[in-house]
T-cell receptor, first 111, second 112 residues
Framework: DAKTTQPPSMDCAEGRAANLPCNHS???????VYWYRQIHSQGPQYIIH???NNETNEMASLIITEDRKSSTLILPHATLRDTAVYYC????????????FGSGTKLNVKP | EAGVAQSPRYKIIEKRQSVAFWCNPI?????LYWYQQILGQGPKLLIQ????????DSQLPKDRFSAERLKGVDSTLKIQPAKLEDSAVYLC??????????FGPGTRLTVL
């Protein structure tokens, strides 16, 4: 599985969009990009995943660059409850490769 | 839909004692995972089951850790004997096959 690089921490003002970057320059053609988040003292929570097209759901949007070497998770209107560690993971779906969780990005949403 | 259940939520033991954790996955999920998360780090996969068979246990310290998934549903993870460095949160996750994983709340283990 490809490794990912994320900034260790980011700040965002409440109500503003939070844009969390992830570099995955060695991603393979059949590897998906997954995003999870972990709020303090809870298990990781699935947010979204995609292969090459941009994806949107009720929680967030995922923008993947055309060369697939990087992606951005967008929380359109961040709230204090979005304060968490966000993990970007790349893996082949529907096989038994591991999810490698790096250290993630600690997003601090401030009032 | 009920989520992944884990118990206990917290456990404190002395080193060299044994401890067991229980996980009940989401109904119908064939794949079950146990992760260890040390403070300040991301979760690390310990073992992965497909139904009641082991798919990957390459990072499980087999001299002290064991896990089973009888009947392909519930699972238990055991540590015997525990060491100080086993202090961590133990997370259970499940997925339909090997796709999106859904995590339980975890068990926080403190070894004194």
């Amino acid at each position: 599985d490809a490794k990912t690089t994320q900034p260790p921490s980011m700040d965002c003002a409440e109500g503003r969009a939070a844009n969390l970057p992830c570099n995955h320059s060695t991603i393979s053609g059949n590897e998906y990009v997954y995003w999870y988040r972990q709020i303090h003292s809870q298990g990781p929570q699935y947010i979204i995943h995609g292969l090459k097209n941009n994806e949107t759901n009720e929680m967030a949007s995922l923008i993947i660059t055309e060369d697939r070497k990087s992606s951005t998770l967008i929380l359109p209107h961040a709230t204090l409850r979005d304060t968490a560690v966000y993990y970007c993971i790349v893996r082949v779906a529907y096989n038994f490769n591991k999810f490698y969780f790096g250290s993630g990005t600690k997003l601090n949403v401030k009032p | 839909e009920a989520g992944v259940a884990q118990s206990p939520r917290y456990k404190i033991i002395e080193k060299r004692q044994s401890v067991a954790f229980w996980c009940n996955p989401i109904s119908g999920h064939a794949t079950l995972y146990w992760y260890q998360q040390i403070l300040g780090q991301g979760p690390k996969l310990l073992i992965q089951f497909q139904n009641n068979g082991v798919v990957d246990d390459s990072q499980l310290p087999k001299d002290r850790f064991s896990a089973e998934r009888l009947k392909g549903v519930d699972s238990t993870l055991k540590i015997q004997p525990a060491k100080l460095e086993d202090s961590a949160v133990y997370l259970c996750a499940s997925s339909l096959v090997s796709d999106t994983q859904y995590f339980g709340p975890g068990t926080r283990l403190t070894v004194l």
